[in-house]
């Protein structure tokens, strides 16, 4: 056995598989204690997105690759350097857009539930006092008519610009963004086929590709489908 003392190793936290990483720069913290519905509560001020957002900490990193060897410690930095140039922007663009669609979503559903609600609690009162107080029965119906106009106003402006496909196009995008980022950076296939100046021409097109929704299969050497 070796008489060396064994040097104690600093384990960071684990981080909650349950919270996303999001580039969403939280403004408030009150929600972490509430329940899990209403934090999914849409904001009526979406925070704003962390424009320095990284999809690897570089300090967490840094203390991964102590071990290895010059060499390999320069390259990764190399590709993370190309990646935040050709894939991380595009990444934080779409991430950003799928959250803003989402928050939308969800304040139309909000709306929806919110209207439909008060036109019952209205509809309850007019029964309640057709019989007792006549007179109010013409105000009801007109805060009636407001609430049907309203409903159609957003029903109008939700159905112009339909947010929940394109939240949904915005997350695979951004997701499958994520995932090449990943696939580049462990080397894993087709970036293991490549080398140098075509593995990075490969990284390219294919996150160029899934930016404008066009996601490629696995695909070989030659840039072709297998």
Known sequence: ????????TTISPVPDPTTPSTQAKKKRRWRDSMPEWIKQLPYLNL???DPNYQLVKIDELNELMRGLDHHAQQRVRDD???????????????????ALQQNRY????????????VATIIGGLQALYLGTAPRVIPYLAFA??????????????SGREPPFPAWMNNRRRAESLRRE?????????PYDAVLGYERRMLLSRRAADINRGVFPEQEGPGGGAK
């Not at 056995?1 to 104690?8: A, G, I, R």
């Not at 993370?80 to 799928?98: G, K, M, P, V």
């Open 1 to 8: 056995m070796s008489d060396q003392p064994s040097t104690p």
């Open 47 to 49: 925070p704003k997105a």
């Open 80 to 98: 993370i350097a190309f990646l935040e140039q050709e894939l991380l922007r595009l990444f934080r663009q779409r991430d950003s857009e799928a």
């Open 106 to 117: 969800r304040k139309y559903q909000i709306g929806f539930i919110s209207l439909a609600t």
């Open 144 to 157: 009636e008519t407001l609430i049907a106009l309203m409903a159609t106003y957003l029903a109008t402006i």
């Open 181 to 189: 980022y990943f696939r580049y950076l462990i080397n894993l296939p």
